[in-house]
């Protein structure tokens, strides 16, 4: 029997008919009607005669493109040949049909379906109605933005795996990236949303409920994350206020006639919570109000965590991405703030008490404020301790750092801080110096070094160090180039694109008669970087575990540095060298880094690439050598980095251990810490501890594993990590070393 190898490869007969029809077809087309069908029944069977004699002579099937260039042949030598030409028309646009469907419908389909769900950001439910819309149309305004927005150049960067543009799909409508919140002003005087205006903050509680609600706001503007910078400072006045309600319904059937309460209570003064006349001149009623607030900022907080941990956002079934830094405040309203968020974490939320995924904690540490003990808060550095013992979080942010000089100790929102994953605030040219409210990067790039290295290798036959040197210079400055091009598209945009951010000044600096770049030129542009490790090994065969790495990465970081500095004082724009939180990059430019160079040992024999210039995660060494070798690289970063150290759980019950590693990080100059330690949650009783798949207490296999990816955790690691984290996570090498001792 005859047989026709279709497109998809699978044989189905041959049958004539379909010969005959197609053919009909195109006299149809030329004719307007079908006079005579002699011609496609003689052309069939003369195709039928010559496929017999083929079949003879090989073994394969005939496919329906040579079918059908059997067609075309018989009616250009056939009388009709004006047929001929209507039925290659036919042709082509049957074929770019097929084009559209395999490289447009197939796609946006499967994301409607939810089939082959790849869980490229661990934060997104990608089998959601939200989520499967989000995803399909991520497709189309990804593939949009590559056809007819993104530059030749970038796109063949991209393409080519060389410089990886971010959120491709973001990039169609020009939002840009993360946002550090003004809290202070929008809690001081109010914000406009589209349907009502929201008046100011006047307790501790509205405070709290409004942080939930500017937070999902200011998500809705953007595509990344969104951080509050020193949230137990902007808390003191909301405490006050709340302190003085508390105390108006304590004095409310005493001390009628004592100048000094009534005074206060009428002027609208913020009174402190530890005012001193009131505390000895009545006990009863201050405790009462002390106490009520205390207990009201307690619920607050509560609210909070409960808000960012269920409020979906982005119709893509997607928690905010947020952030929440705090720890200095030593004022007994922040104090009380920070002692809160802290009981907070470590109480966990729902039934169940799971650890909070949101909002990132981060703890803030400075010297002569919470470090050494005798500090004003080195009582709630422990706690911060006792929590990311338990709950990961909160992470460190190091105010001390020798990146944020220039800082000014009077003014908290110019302190280190940091959005959750690692991005930062350096210092911005455009005047606002240090200051990282109102702030946050507007778009990053990142650079697949280990391709670099392939190519560079690949080119030159003596001197491959010098080879790459020289392209990675290249490649910086065309980064460069392609971050300008987002920047000016994004500039682009009108206002009412980000109504709620422009009309609110949440992005600092907008003068409407400027249009939006007066505010986007304060935020960063950051020149990113990937598997720094792997790029190594390629070169010079180790990594910077070995002084050998380690020189050659300082050569190649300070590259990025001197050329960042460059492009910052000659564009009056805010580059940085990034330390990517390549979430889902690992993973892809790993497998395209496979596909073409194949599996090479210590590059390309793990399903992902070491994140920016972290130490493999495999690699066997102590948390302090980890520091030690980290710590010689984030200095060269100025738009965000972290470290992190991998511990297991029994510092729970030993926190002078994890006091001594955070001490060790902050002393080395490490600006932005963390630390992993295992965090597998029961889902039936709530145990927390190490366990893996089968809890210890009630033998129940409903287990949530949490793991830490990038800077945020995330749920179960096991259903919301893609393959490469997963793979990556299973390589981990605990840090233990010198601990154990
Ligand atoms: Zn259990």
């Known amino acids: 029997m005859l047989q026709i190898q279709k497109r998809n490869g699978t044989l189905v007969p041959f049958d004539r008919q379909k010969i005959i029809n197609a053919i009909n077809k195109a006299l149809i087309e030329v004719d307007g009607q079908l006079y005579e069908d002699d011609t496609a029944k003689d052309i069939a069977k003369e195709i039928e005669d010559a496929m017999y004699e083929i079949d003879e002579e090989r073994a394969t099937a005939v496919s329906v493109e040579d079918i059908q260039d059997m067609v075309e042949d018989e009616l250009m030598q056939s009388e009709r040949r004006d047929v001929a030409r209507a039925y290659i028309r036919y042709r082509y646009k049957q074929e770019v049909q097929r084009e559209h469907e395999a490289v447009f419908i197939a796609p946006i389909r499967e994301k409607l379906e939810a089939r082959n769900v790849q869980n490229q950001n661990a934060n997104v439910d990608e089998h959601s109605f939200g989520g499967r819309l989000g995803e399909a149309a991520e497709v189309m305004t990804k593939e949009y933005a590559f056809d007819y927005i993104i530059s030749k150049k970038s796109r063949e960067n991209h393409m080519n795996n060389e410089i990886y543009i971010h959120d491709a799909g973001s990039y169609a409508v020009g939002s840009h990236n993360c946002l550090s919140l003004p809290i202070d002003p929008l809690m001081e005087k109010g914000f406009n949303t589209r349907q009502t205006d929201v008046r100011p903050a006047n307790s501790i509680s509205t405070f709290f409920q409004l942080l939930a609600v500017l937070f999902q706001l200011q998500s809705l503007q953007q595509f990344g994350g969104v951080s509050a910078t020193h949230l137990d400072w902007s808390a003191v006045p909301y405490v006050r206020k709340s302190f003085r309600k508390h105390l108006i319904e304590g004095f409310k059937y005493i001390a009628r006639g004592d100048k000094y309460v009534e005074d206060l209570l009428a002027s609208g003064k913020e009174i402190s919570i530890v005012d001193s006349y009131i505390k000895e001149n009545y006990p009863k009623t201050y405790e009462y109000a002390y106490d009520m607030t205390e207990k009201e900022t307690k619920q607050a907080v509560e609210g909070m965590y409960h808000n960012l941990n269920t409020l979906q956002s982005r119709s893509g079934n997607q928690l905010p991405f947020t952030s929440i830094n705090y720890g200095t405040c030593t004022l007994p309203e922040g104090r009380m703030v920070i002692k809160a968020l802290l009981e907070g974490s470590l109480a966990g939320v729902g039934r169940i008490h799971k650890t909070s995924i949101f909002p990132c904690g981060i703890f803030q540490c400075m010297k002569g404020v919470n470090r050494k003990p005798g ?145 986007l030129k304060h935020g960063t542009l950051a020149v990113g970087q990937l598997g720094l490790a792997e790029a190594l090994q390629i070169l010079i065969g180790c990594d910077h575990t070995e002084p050998k790495g380690m020189e050659l990465a300082k050569k190649i970081e300070q590259l990025f540095k001197d050329r960042c500095a460059e492009f910052k004082e000659e564009y009056k724009l805010n580059f940085g060298v990034y330390y990517t939180p390549a979430e889902n990059l690992c993973y892809t430019a790993l497998k395209k880094f496979r596909a073409k160079y194949g599996v090479i040992k210590d590059v390309s024999d793990k399903d992902f690439f070491t994140n920016s210039m972290h130490v493999p995660v495999w690699k066997e060494v102590s948390p302090f050598e980890k520091i030690d070798i980290e710590c010689q690289l984030t200095g060269y970063s100025s738009a965000g980095c972290i470290t992190y150290v991998e511990l297991d759980g029994a510092v729970k019950n030993n926190l002078d251990a994890l006091d001594e590693v955070v001490q060790y990080a902050m002393d080395h100059d490490i600006p932005y810490f963390a630390i992993n330690v295992p965090n597998d949650t029961c889902l039936d009783c709530g145990y927390t501890g190490e366990f893996n798949d089968c809890c210890p207490i009630c033998g129940s296999k409903n287990i949530q594993q949490l793991r830490r990816v990038t800077g945020y955790l995330t749920g179960n690691y096991k259903t919301a990590f893609n393959l490469g984290k997963q793979n990556e996570v299973h390589l981990r090498i605990k840090h233990i070393g010198r601990l154990e001792q």
């Open 375 to 519: 500090e004003p808060n080195y009582d709630l550095y422990r706690l911060a301790l006792k929590s990311t013992a338990a709950r990961l979080y909160p992470n460190y942010a190091n105010c001390d750092w020798s990146g944020n000089a220039g800082y000014d100790p009077d003014d908290p929102t110019t302190y280190f801080s940091t959005m959750g994953c690692r991005t930062a605030n350096g210092w911005d040219i455009n005047g606002f110096g240090q200051k990282k409210d109102g702030r946050g990067n507007i778009c990053p790039v990142t650079i697949i070094l280990p391709t670099l290295a392939m190519e560079a290798k690949e080119a030159s036959d003596d001197d491959v160090v010098a080879a790459f040197m020289n392209l990675l210079d290249t490649k910086i400055h065309e980064a460069k180039d392609m971050l300008i091009e987002r920047f000016e598209w994004i500039c682009s945009q009108p206002a009412d694109s980000a109504k709620f951010m422009y009309e609110n000044g949440t992005m600092a600096g907008y003068v409407p008669g400027e249009g939006i770049r007066s505010a």
